[in-house]
Structures are given as structure tokens and as C-alpha cells.
């Protein structure tokens, strides 16, 4: 009795505090829903008036001066008022972020995205649906599955093949890690790892894939425990794509030692280059030596549905497991990724039956529990983006939008290559031009790193351009990568105008003064 007049006592104080009423008149539903339309109408004009004003992509605003802007803001201080938290979010956020959409955005592989699939991750956001069981989910469980279903009738990955969303490549990359690490050990030890952890000689699995893979694949062998020593850089040929000759070498080498070969990991569209590795032939070598093949196509998936350019992906059918980025080549917001499998069992590796959530008895019975088949238990219905895009946007013109960025980069190519003070060092397969600038006096490769670097960083403090750097074989390089369809040759034009003015300017004052270039060349700044 004590106890509860200690509850009741405790909510009568609870109820009584303006905290408890603000949260009345705060939570979305029918009560409040005027007010939730006055702050969605309030966030319009903000968006609005921010992409009738944005120029450039960034600022230019170094990470040391917009750190300045957060001294003093008390998060034990709510400001109550949506306009005013509003115009501190504008404050804080929207005038240095970097914008995608502007077609001198010419840096990572961040899309501009249709605005239909905003609209669909609003209403998607108001419910809070959570996909990873049946209950918690209804229909939005049928849109994510029918979107996986979708693609992978495009990969053609067969009937047993199933999917499911993820965070991003990252993820879908780990999965695959997983699962065929999982899958290696229960063939050469009869060894269930979900159960038994490693077995003791686990140094033997070794993962191939080439030098110019994505570095998730390196992460995930760390996460796995299998360290980055697992993985086997294999070399590229001059296409950037892994080299069959150094592949087979190396998976000798490896046999002879008596390792495993765990995997070996084709990318499909590499983050640099866009080059697509030769898909058909290391399925073959695959085959032959029992490994598990993933196809990293983050990047390259957005082929699947151009109009002219599939044949690319030629042999991915023949895929244990690929990954593709919906964020990336089909112009949805982040996170929008998935994860597909050849044969569905082996996605068992990640299905834990909790009683409370997804109980063995469920899925005997069919309840199609999403989470029995990802690593994250309470999951974003990311889905609905991409389910909202195709039936608005439609796949077709997704696809034909790629399709123009990949034009858009071989005539950016053609250009780069008749600049006689740029060096290009590769042919565009995707969307991304790898080249650097080497001006008309000869410099040295260390001077040139020097002005490549400064050229990328002046762009950015101006805010005019934002472009990617890389480095290939040790040497600075510059990089575009193209994925705004709105994005023109001129534009181009004028971004490669930029980089020769910063570019002659840095080498001028080099020259003149060899050693003192210019201060913002030196200073190392972090762009996370
Ligand atoms: C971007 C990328 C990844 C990582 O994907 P995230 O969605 O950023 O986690 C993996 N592989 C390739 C080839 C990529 O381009």
C-alpha cells in the first residue's frame, strides 16, 4: 500500500509540471495536428527561402569558425518557440551545409535526390513505423520485401535469392563478410560460428579483392575478427578493374599455403573509378575454388535500371551476395541500401528468436519478421522512398537520369583531356573523372601533390566548387564525381577554369618563394 501512494503521489506531481503539458501538446497526433501544419508550413518557407538563396555548394567556412557558433548554446535551455529554433538551426546548419543539388557539387557520392522521396520519408517519419517484425510494421513490411523483390528480379539472382535494407554499403558489406565467413567455416570445420565463435584455425580464411576496392571490405574483416591481414589487395589493370592474371596468382599463392579463400569480393561501380571488375570471369575462378563471390555494387546498381548500359553489370547474376546503395545511383535520400543473397538460408547467421519480439513459433507460423534477416533490430522504413519514387518518378527515368551523368562524364573527359595542363588518367565507366593538374614548367610530383591539395582546398574555402581528392600510386589526384543531372559541360568548364586559376597562382607563389607556399596550403584541415 506504502508503494503505491508513493506512484500515485509521484504521478500527481508529474501531471502537475508544465513539462507534462508541453508534451501533451507536443506528441503528432489528432490533437495536435494544426499546430504540426503550422510548424510543416514554418519549415517550407525555411527550405524555400534556402534554396532560392543558395549559390554555391558550402560557405567555405572552416570546422574552427562554425565550432565558434556553438559556444554558449545551452541544450538545458529549450527555446520553446519552433521560429526561433528554426532560425537557429539556419544559423547553425543550413548556411555552411553543403548542397548536393547545386550542380558545382561535384565531390562525393551523395546524390541530389527527387523530391518525391521526401515526401514519402515525411509520412514514413510521422508514423514511426519500425520494420523489424510483422507487428510493429504491417504493409510497410510488404513494401520493403516487394522493393526487394523488385531488384532482384533485376539481378536475377534466382528463386532461393531473398534481401533486406540496410544502413548503407557499409553494412551490406559486413553482411556479406558474415555470411560467407560463417558459411567457409561450416564447410572446412563443420563449424557453426554464430554458436562456437571462431574455430581456433580462422587465420586461414582470407578474403580477396582489388586495390581499389571499397575500404568497408578491410573494416568488416576487422569487425569479424579476421583483421586486415585477411584481406589480399589484388592489383588492377590500367582500367582500374581487378586484374584476372594477379587474381589467380594470388589465390595459388594462398591454396599453397594452405589458407582459405573465404571470399573474393568484386566491385561493381569503385568509389574512385567507377571501374566494374570483370564480373563473368572471377565468378568462374570462384567457382572453381569454392569461394563465396559478393558483388560490391553500391554505386554500379543504379545500371540495373538504365535503359542502355545493363550489359555492365553482366555476371553479377552469378553473385553469393551483392550490395547496392539506393542512396547513390537511384537519387534517394540517405539511408536508403540493401543487402540481397543468392540463398536465402544463409541469412539465418543474423536470426536470433527473442520471445518478446520474434518468437521461432512466429516464423513457423509465416509471420514475415523482417529482423530475422538483418543485423539491426529496430530498423528505418527506408523503403518507402524508393516504393514512393517508383511509382511517381517511375524506374525508367531514374535510370535515364544516371544514364545522362554517365554522358556528362565523358564529355567531361574529352575536356580534361585536351587541357594540355591536366593529366586524366583514366576513361569514365560510371560517373567519375580521376585526373590532376600538372600546370606547363614541369614540377615535381611532390610540388604537384602541393598544388593539388591547395587547388582542392581553395575551391572549397570559396565555396564555388566542391570536388573529391584521391591519391593513385602514392600521388595527389583530384576527382569529380558527377551524379547531378542538372550538372552541365559548362559548368564543368568553369570548374576546371577554377582549378587552373588556383593551380597557376599556388605555382607562382611556389616558385617565387619555394619555400613558403601559400599558408592555407600547409594548414591540415579536417573534413571528417
Ligand atoms: C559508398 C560505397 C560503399 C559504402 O557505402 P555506404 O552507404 O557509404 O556505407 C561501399 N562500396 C562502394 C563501392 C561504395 O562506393
Redesign the pocket.
Known amino acids: 500500500m506504502v508503494q503505491l501512494n508513493v506512484l500515485l503521489a509521484d504521478s500527481q506531481q508529474q501531471a502537475s509540471t508544465n513539462e507534462a503539458s508541453s508534451m501533451l501538446n507536443s506528441m503528432f497526433n489528432k490533437e495536435n495536428i494544426d499546430n504540426f501544419k503550422i510548424g510543416l508550413e514554418q519549415v517550407m518557407q525555411l527550405l524555400e527561402q534556402t534554396i532560392a538563396t543558395q549559390q554555391k555548394p558550402f560557405s567555405g567556412i572552416l570546422p574552427q569558425e562554425l565550432a565558434k557558433k556553438f559556444i554558449g548554446i545551452d541544450l538545458n535551455q529549450p527555446l520553446f518557440d519552433i521560429p526561433d529554433a528554426l532560425e537557429e538551426v539556419a544559423q547553425l546548419y543550413l548556411k555552411d551545409a553543403v548542397y548536393f543539388n547545386n550542380p558545382r557539387y561535384l565531390a562525393h557520392?551523395n546524390c541530389p535526390i527527387v523530391y518525391q522521396s521526401i515526401l514519402a520519408e515525411l509520412l514514413a517519419t510521422s508514423i514511426n513505423t519500425a520494420v523489424e517484425t510483422w507487428d510493429q510494421s504491417g504493409g510497410a513490411t510488404f513494401i520493403e520485401q516487394s522493393i526487394v523483390d523488385w531488384t532482384l528480379s533485376k539481378l536475377a539472382l534466382g528463386e532461393q535469392a531473398d534481401g533486406v535494407f540496410t544502413s548503407?554499403?557499409?553494412?551490406s558489406?559486413l553482411m556479406a563478410m558474415l555470411l560467407a565467413r560463417d558459411f567457409q567455416c561450416h564447410l572446412y570445420a563443420g563449424h557453426t560460428n554464430k554458436q562456437q565463435g571462431l574455430p581456433h584455425d580462422f587465420r586461414r580464411l582470407k578474403i580477396f579483392t582489388s586495390k581499389v576496392s571499397?575500404f568497408?571490405i578491410q573494416k568488416a574483416a576487422a569487425i569479424l575478427g579476421l583483421g586486415y591481414d585477411a584481406v589480399v589487395s589484388v592489383p588492377c589493370d590500367e582500367y582500374f578493374r581487378m586484374d584476372m592474371t594477379a587474381l589467380n596468382q594470388a589465390i595459388e599463392q594462398c591454396q599453397q599455403q594452405g589458407d582459405i579463400v573465404m571470399a573474393i569480393v568484386a566491385?561493381a561501380?569503385?568509389?574512385d573509378f567507377g571501374s566494374i571488375d570483370p564480373l563473368t570471369q572471377i565468378a568462374e575462378i570462384a567457382k572453381r575454388c569454392g569461394a563465396w563471390l559478393h558483388v560490391?555494387a553500391?554505386?554500379g546498381g543504379g545500371l540495373l535500371i538504365t535503359p542502355n548500359n545493363k550489359h555492365k553489370l553482366a555476371g553479377i547474376e552469378c553473385a553469393d551476395s551483392v550490395?547496392i546503395?539506393y542512396?547513390?545511383s537511384f537519387f534517394q535520400p540517405v539511408s536508403c541500401?540493401a543487402f540481397f543473397v543468392k540463398d536465402k538460408q544463409h541469412l539465418s547467421v543474423v536470426t536470433y528468436h527473442a520471445e518478446y519480439l520474434n518468437p521461432l513459433s512466429q516464423q513457423q507460423a509465416g509471420t514475415p519478421d523482417l529482423c530475422n534477416k538483418s543485423i539491426q533490430t529496430t530498423r528505418r522504413f527506408d523503403a518507402l522512398k524508393l516504393w514512393f519514387s517508383l511509382r511517381t518518378v517511375g524506374a525508367q527515368n531514374l535510370g535515364v537520369a544516371f544514364e545522362q551523368v554517365m554522358h556528362l562524364a565523358r564529355q567531361g573527359y574529352l575536356l580534361l583531356a585536351s587541357e594540355a595542363d591536366i593529366e586524366i588518367i583514366h576513361q569514365p565507366q560510371l560517373s567519375t573523372l580521376v585526373f590532376r593538374f600538372v600546370g606547363d614548367s614541369g614540377a615535381t610530383d611532390s610540388e604537384l601533390d602541393a598544388v593539388n591539395k591547395y587547388i582542392r582546398k581553395q575551391l572549397s574555402r570559396q565555396g564555388e566548387a566542391l570536388i573529391a581528392a584521391t591519391k593513385v600510386a602514392d600521388k595527389q589526384y583530384l576527382k569529380f564525381t558527377l551524379l547531378n543531372c542538372a550538372t552541365t559541360i559548362n559548368d564543368i568548364q568553369q570548374v576546371v577554369r577554377l582549378i587552373k586559376q588556383y593551380g597557376y597562382q599556388y605555382l607562382a607563389s611556389d616558385l617565387a618563394n619555394e619555400h613558403a607556399p601559400l599558408s592555407l596550403a600547409l594548414e591540415e584541415v579536417s573534413y571528417g
Do not use: E, F, V, W
Not at 548503407?168 to 553494412?171: D, E, I, M
Open positions: 557520392l548503407g554499403g557499409t553494412q558489406n571499397h568497408s566491385t561501380g569503385t568509389t560490391d553500391a554505386y550490395t546503395d542512396h547513390k541500401s
